[in-house]
Structures are given as structure tokens and as C-alpha cells.
């Protein structure tokens, strides 16, 4: 990963691309600062700046905003390749029209339903470029209105349309996030720059980017990855494809709170240090007592669509920190599920249900989720449907006011239309909160299990994300954790508690770049099953040793990969292949149209007596699908990802007993 255009800089990008906002941060491997980035709006540079951009992407060839659009990124894999040419270089990156791009696609497009709507997810990647593309576009100078990004501008029940202000309630923030009746309206393309960097520094910076390292669940499939550092290259952030790295959230949590493995002292701008950190750094006391021995840590990470936890053992000499240190589990259900649970228990109650009141028609049909949860698939359609009508949102948005209002009062009043219902701080907790923290208590000692230790072994915990800001969860942390110290995040409001934790650890990667998977990191599903596929020219069963085998003739480590290989080989095939391709992780709708590589009733592979027999046209047909892919993406399945760790550990190291963060 050579720096861009030879340059001696040592920057690195961490992007914490959440559900429902994106954070990032900057990081100096030479001085081992840390800088959040922030953004304004377009003619708005006076206001207080936000470290949180809203994960919200317009759909320029449809004319329409897309909210919550994650995991539509997970169904298949796309391109969003651009001619050279087509984007002037002193043109703001997030205003070229989409039909002025002229891209070449691949012939068959996946295409999504959302909130009622068709959509391909081409069109979804060049939006998500688009908003990832405004890091760049920060601390160039604003271009005139009439080029900049529409403001939302959310239609009401009359039919008529009106502007949020900016200083809106928590509640009409939450309807308008959650509208999908959006237009145009005046233009708001964000602008800004990087705490504590000078302003003259920063296109330096990004320009000199060796990596970018990216949040993501460790459950989600190899799509999502795959279309994440295609959108991350079509915004030019980095140029090739192996500078971009994924590091799983909960890791990326405790890779904040730890010191270099030289004793690196890391800061970050002293506007944030008091406010987002103790005066004590999180990492210090262990910094200034490793030889004592390894420790062990939690973190959580629980945001709005995903819980994710890692435990860690710490090891005495922190230059042996890596993957294999980390132990992980996630389940789908955080905020969002708790919003579901606070309409189908708090507001759809047997009385409403009965009595065909408070918009129950929404639900009458679908068999509603368990509450506390994850219970994907009912989740996922419930979603959609609320999300696909006005009453829908309107109770989304009302179930968020509730569960913040009930941290501080007994009884919260609420109204939606012409229903209102009184909702009791008690009820929240029996019928909601507490199944949450039942199930999350479940997984915990799965883990612990799965590691062989104790919950009093914990002597410190990491607790982050929107969700984690509970007070019932950081006391349900307390009281399973007795001897852990809890490192939580500042309350929302404090300046600069929209800085990302995540963001942070993502961005210091480079301190410890042992806790990356090198196998899933180099070698993608795809480019991994293409290999498969071209090492087996004949239809011959083999053993999976004898297959094995075969792949590592060329040049690929086969047995470190055998596991990913006998999935393959039982039909575990990557999204997007097979519409009978099934998956732990709950997927959106596809529309009917959409067309897939792979015969649905037709196996790729066929077991015979033990061993495994390729089905030779589903391979001719699935290798050609992979080179069509190709052609429009800036990621190709002929190689694998070179990694070279050495990259990281480049610059001369900063030994001291200090630690910021």
C-alpha cells in the first residue's frame, strides 16, 4: 500500500459507517495524533460543527432520499466503475449527475425494494459514494448554492410539504430521518475539516492516505465489504483496493482505549480529550502495569441495528496483540429493535388490537417479533412496512421520543394522529428493556463460555454506540462486571460527544495491525469460490483434501481456507449468486425482475459418496457473471489483496508512560 504519488506521509482514515450516521477520523502514524472529522453545511460555516454526517443518500436517477440503506448492501455485489474522465478534478466530488457518468453495467443488476420502490444497487453504490466522497470535498471551498445537495424536506399528511428547522425536536428530527416522501429542495452539501488539524493540511492529508480502515459486523457477509471498498474507491479516498480494511466494530471499540504497542503516546485535539475521555487515559493504568500479565476486557458496541460484543485478552507485551486475541458475537437486534418492540408491546397493546386502533392495521397481518429478540426476518418485514406508509414512520419516530424520555421521567405522554397513549417508565422496563438485556446477558455467557472465563476476570469494559448510552444497559454492565472499570461514552450534547470511539480505534489500526483477519481481508468470497471454480476443470468427484489441494497449486494458502472452501463445496454460496442461496443474516427483498447467475435448482456442487462434483455449465455460467462484474468495478477476482504489514510499522516509535485516549 505505497503512498499516492510518492508521497512520505503516513495518514490513515477511519470510517465508522453506522445505520444511521458516519464518523471518521484521521490519523497521523508519524505523530500518533488523532483528528475527528467534522462537516458543515454548504454556506452554514458559522454554525457549530457535527462529527456525525447523517447516513442518508440521494438517489439522483430517481430522484428520491434513502434512509437505513445498509442492508440493502448486502443481497449481491455491483460496480460504480467511472470513465477517468468523467469527473473534473476541480469540480465538487458529490454534485456530477448521475446520468452525465455513463457507466458501463454488468448485465444482470441486482435490484432492491425499498420503502415501495425499485432500485439498482449500482445506483445505491454511487449514491454511497457520493456521501463518502463529501470527507474529500471537506475544506474545499463551497461552490455556489445552485451546485450543492438538496436539504431534506418532508411532506406532512396534508399533502403539502414544510422544512424542518434546524433546531428541531428529537421528535421531528426522528420523522424526518425516517421519511421516504423526500425532495428537493435548497442545497446542503457538507463541508468541513478535521479537529486540530489546519485547514491547509487537511487535502494534504487525505491526498497522502495509505489506508482506510471500515467498520463492520463481523456476521455480515462478503458483499457488504465488497461493496463498501468499491464506493470508498469510486470516492477516490484511497486508490487501491487492498488499502481499504475492515476491522469488526466491538474490536475496533478496544483498539481506542489501548496504547501503541511501542508505548506510542496518542492523542487526540484537547478540545474533545476532557469531554470524550477520562483525565486518566482508559489505556494507561494497563499501559503502566502489563508485567503483571495478561488481562482480559469486554467491549459492546450497540447501535441502532446491531449488538456486538469482544472479549479480549490482553496480552503482557502488546506487540503480540492479534486476531486470534479477540473473541466475538453479534445478533441483529439494538435501537431499532427496541423501537419495534416499544410499538408491538407499549402501543399495539390486546386492547388497541382488539378495538382495530393506533394504526394496528399496519401489523394485523404480519406475525410480529419476539421482544428482546433478534428474530430477523420478522424484523425486517416490519420494518419495511413501517417505513413504506406515513403512520408507520410517525409511530418509528414516536417509539424513539419514548425511549429516550422514559431515562428520566415515570410516565411519558405521547401522540400520534389522532391516538395518544401514556407509556410508564416501569412498563418499558418489564416489557421491553429487560428481554433486550435478557438476551444480551445470554450472549455474553456464550462467550464466556466459549473462552473458559468468568464475568469477575473482566477488569475493564468498553461501552459504545447510541444504544450503549442506556442507562439500564451501562447498569446491567455494572452489576454483571463487578470488578470492571466501565469506559463509556460522554452523553449526547457535550461538545464533541458526536466523536466516534469506533472511529478512533478504526483509525489507529495501524498500531496494531496483527488484529486484522489476513485471511478474509485477502482473499473475498468471491474472488475465493472464482479460484475454486477455476482449479476443478472437470466434473470428477474429489475429496475436499483433494480439492483443497487443487486451489493451493495456485498459490493459495488452501488449508488455512479449508473451512470457507467446505462451505462453498455444501452450497454456502457468497449473496447475489442463487435465489435459493440461503443466509444467517436476514436479507432484503429483491424484485422479481432480478436475475441471478446460478440456476436455483441446480446445485453448483453435487456430494457423491462423500466427495464433491462441480456442476461444469453452472461454473461456466457463474465464472462469466464474476467477469461481467468485473468490467464495472474497480475490484477484480483474478488476484487476491496484497497486504503488507510492514506498511504499519514504518515510522520511527514514540516510547512514553503517557496515553491520552
Known amino acids: ?64 432520499w434513502l434512509h437505513q440503506f445498509k442492508p440493502l448492501l448486502l443481497p449481491g455485489i455491483a460496480g460504480t466503475k467511472l470513465k477517468e474522465n468523467a469527473r473534473d478534478r476541480e469540480m465538487h466530488p458529490t ?81 424526518a430521518t425516517l ?11 457538507a463541508i468541513g475539516g478535521a479537529a486540530g488539524l489546519e485547514p491547509e493540511r487537511f487535502p494534504q492529508a487525505i491526498a497522502q492516505l495509505r489506508g482506510a480502515i471500515v467498520s463492520f459486523p463481523g456476521s455480515w457477509p462478503d458483499s457488504y465489504c465488497f461493496n463498501i471498498r468499491e464506493s470508498i474507491l469510486s470516492a477516490k479516498l484511497v486508490q487501491e483496493p487492498a488499502q481499504v480494511l475492515f476491522v469488526e466494530n466491538a474490536i475496533a ?40 500479565g495478561t488481562r482480559y476486557g469486554l467491549a459492546i458496541d450497540s447501535g441502532a441495528t446491531m449488538t456486538e460484543l469482544a472479549l479480549v485478552s490482553v496480552p503482557e507485551n502488546l506487540e503480540e496483540l492479534s486476531q486470534s486475541h479477540f473473541k466475538t458475537r453479534s445478533f441483529p437486534y439494538a435501537g431499532h429493535g427496541l423501537d419495534q418492540d416499544i410499538i408491538c408491546q407499549l402501543f399495539w397493546t390486546e386492547a388497541v388490537r382488539r378495538e382495530n386502533r393506533g394504526y394496528w392495521y399496519l401489523g394485523c397481518d404480519l406475525e410480529l417479533p419476539c421482544p428482546g429478540q433478534p428474530d430477523g426476518v420478522r424484523r425486517m418485514q416490519l420494518q ?19 425511549k429516550l424520555a422514559l431515562q428520566e421521567r415515570d410516565v411519558y405522554p405521547v401522540t400520534v394522529g389522532e391516538f395518544r397513549w401514556a407509556i410508564a417508565h416501569r412498563e418499558l422496563q418489564t416489557l421491553v428493556v429487560e428481554p433486550f438485556l435478557n438476551f444480551l446477558n445470554q450472549a455474553l455467557n456464550a462467550l464466556l463460555i466459549e473462552t473458559g472465563l468468568s464475568a469477575i476476570a473482566i477488569e475493564r469494559a468498553v461501552c459504545t454506540g447510541g444504544t450503549a448510552q442506556s442507562l439500564s444497559l451501562r447498569g446491567w454492565m455494572r452489576q454483571k462486571l463487578p470488578n470492571a472499570t466501565l469506559i463509556a461514552d460522554p452523553p449526547r450534547g457535550n461538545r464533541g460527544s458526536g466523536s466516534s470511539r469506533i472511529a478512533f480505534g478504526l483509525a489507529a489500526l495501524p498500531l496494531y495491525p ?20 477455476r482449479a476443478i476443470n472437470d466434473d470428477s468427484p474429489r475429496s475436499l483434501r483433494e480439492v483443497v489441494a487443487l486451489v493451493e497449486r495456485r498459490g493459495i494458502h488452501g488449508r488455512s481456507l479449508g473451512s470457507r472452501i467446505q462451505g462453498f463445496l455444501e452450497g454456502d454460496l457468497p449473496p447475489g449468486l442463487s435465489s435459493s442461496v440461503n443466509s444467517v443474516v436476514p436479507m432484503p427483498e429483491l424484485a422479481a425482475t432480478t436475475e441471478y447467475p446460478l440456476t436455483p435448482d441446480i446445485p453448483l456442487f453435487e456430494q457423491v459418496d462423500g466427495a464433491y462434483r462441480v456442476n461444469l455449465e453452472q461454473s461456466r455460467r457463474l465464472l462469466q457473471y464474476l467477469q461481467a462484474i468485473a468490467t464495472t468495478t474497480h475490484q477484480h477476482f483474478e488476484d487476491p489483496l496484497l497486504l503488507y504489514l510492514s506498511e504499519f510499522l514504518t515510522p520511527p516509535r514514540h516510547h512514553s508512560e503517557n496515553f491520552s485516549i
Not at 458559522?46 to 447516513?55: A, C, M, Q, V
Not at 421519511?179 to 452539501?189: G, I
Open 1 to 64: 500500500m505505497a503512498a499516492p504519488n510518492g508521497s512520505a506521509g503516513f495518514w490513515y482514515l477511519g470510517i465508522d459507517l453506522g445505520t444511521t450516521h458516519l464518523s471518521a477520523a484521521l490519523f497521523d502514524r508519524l505523530t500518533c495524533q488523532l483528528y475527528p472529522l467534522y462537516w458543515h453545511p454548504l454556506g452554514s460555516q458559522g454554525s457549530d460543527p457535527t462529527f456525525r454526517l447523517p447516513s442518508q443518500v440521494y438517489l439522483r436517477s430517481q430522484g428520491w
Open 514 to 533: 496483527r488484529v486484522l483477519d489476513l485471511n478474509r481481508q485477502q482473499y473475498g468470497d468471491y474472488f475465493l469460490l472464482a479460484e475454486l471454480l
Open 253 to 292: 471499540a478496544w483498539l481506542s482505549v489501548l496504547p501503541g504497542v511501542g508505548g506510542e503516546r496518542v492523542t487526540i485535539p484537547s478540545v474533545l480529550s476532557r469531554q470524550f475521555h477520562p483525565q486518566e487515559g482508559p489505556g494507561a493504568s494497563w499501559h503502566r502495569s502489563r508485567a503483571v
Open 179 to 189: 421519511s421516504s416522501a423526500l425532495t428537493m429542495a435548497t442545497p446542503s452539501a
Open 384 to 402: 419495511q412496512r413501517l417505513l413504506e406508509h406515513q403512520a408507520g414512520r410517525e409511530l418509528l419516530a414516536a417509539a424513539e421520543e419514548v
Open 95 to 175: 454534485v456530477v449527475p448521475l446520468e452525465l457518468l455513463n457507466r458501463k453495467r454488468a448485465k444482470r443488476e441486482v435490484v432492491l425494494r425499498s420503502h415501495g420502490r425499485s432500485l439498482g444497487l449500482s445506483d445505491l453504490l454511487d449514491a454511497l459514494s457520493s456521501l463518502l466522497a463529501t470527507i474529500a470535498a471537506a475544506g474545499v471551498a463551497p461552490l455556489a448554492q445552485a451546485d450543492g445537495l438538496p436539504v431534506v424536506e418532508v411532506a406532512s399528511g396534508s399533502g403539502r410539504s414544510r422544512m424542518w428547522p434546524q433546531a428541531s425536536s428529537p421528535r421531528s428530527h426522528a420523522v
